[in-house]
């Protein structure tokens, strides 16, 4: 492997943070929702660099699955978000606060 | 055989179960019917049971009921003739009862209630009559105990009959327990629950298993058939209805207690100092309850003493290793007892229910057929020879004194005694009662109701017949040798361990023995003539007499004693654990403790925002505080 694995380790860490911070410091659902797809693939980048470190390739398949989850994902979340849209006119996060007690 | 058997157990049980599902749908004649064919039909076929099965001891398996490796407890019988005998004597008095019953209850709305319990009595009775297996005996035992507890309580809305019954029920499961470890005790030696087994293989026990056994058996008998010390629940118990004081006394409850120790004779028999235990038990309790009977007021309660007096003798009998005697005193008990109580369900109900034999008198006037009927009781009670109860008394007093020692000579002693006194308790109800006498300023005598006497159906008074006709005759079932008499009783229990123990004894002792009892209850009787028949009762009473009227008439402060040693403390015990225990320590530490809740809570509150990035934030904080605490070394598992 041409990349040394700590540099994709490092590239995976920096990629899972911006999607940390996406997802919690935006409002709006749908960067939420993107955020979250930012961390999936950061974990997804960390499990190919560990593949090709160890060369076994259980690491790959994992690959495959969390791809397929996130789009699954993606499907339900934004059938989600239009729904709730069009109830409430609205994908600010936080005007979705009907169970604080 | 086993036909026969099912039939005379099953019939009743199956009538309790209907009365008990559908009874309320059943129109009340035929509730009636159900009840009492079952149990006349379940007398029948102890009857034939009896006639083919031969003098051997057999054992039937009904049911197999609880089977796993190594042990089994089928629901089998033991049928031998003195099972045989009892079960014979028990359906037939219960069938009368519950002929009486419908009569006595004809205004209660109650009878459906009222003759389920009085079935599943005789059911339960019947197991504790047949059982072979002890486990199975033990389910009849306890069926016994509650059904008795249900119909002492039987009116249930008057808080002191509802007391009544739970006495009895408590007080009879201080006995069960003892039951209980001799069942437990017999499995652990024996690896088997089986009476005839168990019988047999006794011999072998070791002397001093034996008498801790024979003990134990005791202490059960003791309970079931209120035996000092644990005799005051039966006066309590007339408060049920009056035939169901019949049934318990003659024929199921408290004889239970003494057939149990029938049962297992060829066990109790191998331990003198059990025997003897037995013996003295036996002696004391009929001297204490005659005492208590001299005193009572209530007909019911005078009755009742006079049956832990009688249940006494035969105590005294399988004491003294005469089972054959204590039956032949159990069966004519049963029929004058019966009777007594059921003539005494008579005069209670046509006096609209007076219980007190002071306010009562000159009925021999007004109830002529009940007048005949409670003398004929009264007669064999009081042991008056010719009649029943005197050659059965006469044969465990005899047995008695033909026992070496003269600890054995001194109970015999005692039981002479209580001869006499049974004879003047007994004749004295009858004189209050029945007789007349001059009136008297302080109580009311010869004072019937202003009302008027209440009819009595003729059939309530009718049915009582056959019972007086055996309880006076019940001599026959096995007049001694001395009169020629053909002692059938004993021929028939011949087979069994102590049925007929040799009479090592000469004509001349019996006849001496004979004699005395006799001459004693003829005072007896003569006595209480002349206390209670021409004089009137006396107004002033001194000190010393009041002192000794009280200390009878609550039988010896033995309840009161009873209530000061053991309820009060447990009712103080009781209160201390609710007030200062649950209410004090537990309810207000749990109190205190809530009380902190709602100031955590109130700071916890301002983190629930409602904003969804608030929650993300905490997530991601929480997970890096968790990863980062395993990182550096924590191991949580």
New interface residues.
């Given amino acids: 492997m041409i990349v040394p694995f700590s540099h994709v380790l490092f590239l995976a860490l920096v990629l899972f943070l911006l999607g940390a911070v996406c997802a919690v410091a935006r409002r709006n659902l749908v960067m939420i929702l993107i955020g979250v797809e930012i961390m999936l693939n950061a974990a997804g980048l960390v499990f190919v660099g560990a593949s090709l470190h160890w060369e076994h390739l259980e690491g790959q398949a994992f690959v495959i699955f969390i791809l397929t989850l996130a789009a699954a994902e993606v499907a339900v979340g934004l059938a989600l978000i239009i729904s709730s849209h069009r109830r409430t006119g609205s994908v600010n996060a936080d005007r979705y606060n009907l169970l604080k007690g | 055989m086993k036909a026969y058997l099912l039939f005379t157990l099953v019939l009743p049980f199956l009538g309790s179960l209907t009365l008990a599902l559908a009874g309320r749908h059943l129109p009340r004649r035929g509730v009636e019917v159900l009840a009492c064919s079952t149990i006349l039909l379940s007398c029948l076929a102890a009857l034939l049971a009896l006639i083919s099965a031969g003098p051997n001891p057999q054992t039937v398996i009904l049911l197999p009921w609880i089977s796993t490796e190594g042990f089994s407890a089928p629901m089998s019988v033991l049928y031998d003739p003195l099972a045989g005998i009892m079960a014979l004597m028990v359906t037939f008095v219960s069938a009368l009862i519950h002929l009486y019953s419908v009569s006595f209850m004809r205004d209660d709305d109650g009878y459906v209630r009222y003759f389920c319990y009085l079935n599943l009595f005789v059911f339960s009775m019947l197991v504790v009559t047949l059982a072979d297996n002890l486990l199975f005996l033990y389910l009849g035992w306890e069926g016994v105990g509650f059904c008795s507890y249900a119909l002492i309580g039987f009116w249930y809305s008057d808080e002191v009959r509802a007391a009544a019954g739970r006495k009895a029920f408590i007080l009879t499961r201080i006995g069960d327990v003892a039951f209980g470890i001799a069942i437990a005790l017999f499995f652990a030696l024996y690896r088997d629950l089986s009476l005839a087994v168990l019988n047999q293989k006794a011999p072998g026990l070791d002397p001093s298993l034996a008498t801790a056994l024979g003990l134990l058996l005791l202490w059960a008998a003791v309970g079931k058939s209120a035996q000092l010390p644990l005799a005051v629940w039966l006066p309590d118990a007339m408060a049920g209805p009056t035939p169901v004081s019949a049934l318990i006394h003659a024929a199921t409850m408290v004889t239970a207690g003494v057939y149990l120790l029938m049962r297992f004779f060829p066990v109790i028999s191998l331990s003198p100092a059990a025997l003897s235990a037995v013996a003295v038990v036996g002696a004391v309790s009929s001297l204490f309850a005659a005492c208590a009977a001299l005193a009572q007021r209530d007909i019911k309660r005078v009755l009742a003493y006079s049956t832990i007096s009688q249940v006494s003798y035969m105590f005294m009998g399988v004491g003294a290793g005469d089972v054959g005697g204590s039956m032949f005193h159990l069966l004519s008990h049963a029929f004058f007892k019966a009777l007594l109580f059921l003539a005494a369900g008579c005069i209670i109900q046509s006096l609209h229910e007076e219980h007190d034999i002071f306010r009562m008198g000159g009925l021999r006037r007004s109830l002529p057929g009940v007048f005949l009927l409670f003398l004929a009781g009264a007669l064999s009670l009081a042991a008056i020879p010719p009649f029943g109860g005197f050659f059965s008394k006469d044969r465990i007093l005899l047995a008695v004194f033909n026992q070496a020692g003269g600890g054995y000579q001194l109970l015999g002693v005692l039981g002479e005694v209580t001869a006499f006194l049974t004879a003047l308790y007994t004749f004295r109800v009858f004189f209050l009662v029945f007789g007349d006498r001059p009136a008297s300023g302080t109580v009311g005598s010869s004072a019937l109701p202003e009302a008027g006497l209440r009819p009595l159906p003729k059939f309530m008074v009718g049915i009582l017949w056959p019972l007086a006709f055996l309880s006076l005759a019940a001599g026959a079932l096995n007049l001694p040798g001395l009169f020629s008499g053909g002692e059938w009783l004993d021929r028939a229990l011949a087979g069994m361990p102590g049925g007929a123990p040799p009479s090592n004894s000469s004509p001349g002792v019996e006849a001496t023995v004979m004699a005395v009892s006799g001459f004693l209850s003829v005072a007896g009787a003569v006595w209480a003539y002349f206390l209670y028949r021409r004089r009137p009762l006396p107004e002033a009473v001194t000190p010393l007499r009041q002192r000794m009227k009280d200390l009878l008439s609550s039988a010896f402060y033995l309840d009161q004693g009873y209530q000061k040693a053991i309820v009060t403390p447990y009712r103080a015990v009781s209160r201390f654990l609710w007030l200062k225990v649950d209410e004090g320590a537990v309810d207000t530490g749990i109190d205190r403790a809530g009380k902190w809740f709602p100031f955590v809570s109130l700071g916890l509150?301002q983190w629930?925002?409602?904003?969804?990035?608030t929650y993300?934030?905490m997530v991601?904080l929480g997970f890096t505080a968790l990863l980062g605490a395993i990182v550096l070394g924590w191991h949580p598992w």
Avoid: D
Avoid at chain 2, 608 to 613: I, K, P, V, Y
């Fill in positions: 509150q629930a925002t409602g904003r969804l990035s993300l934030k991601f």
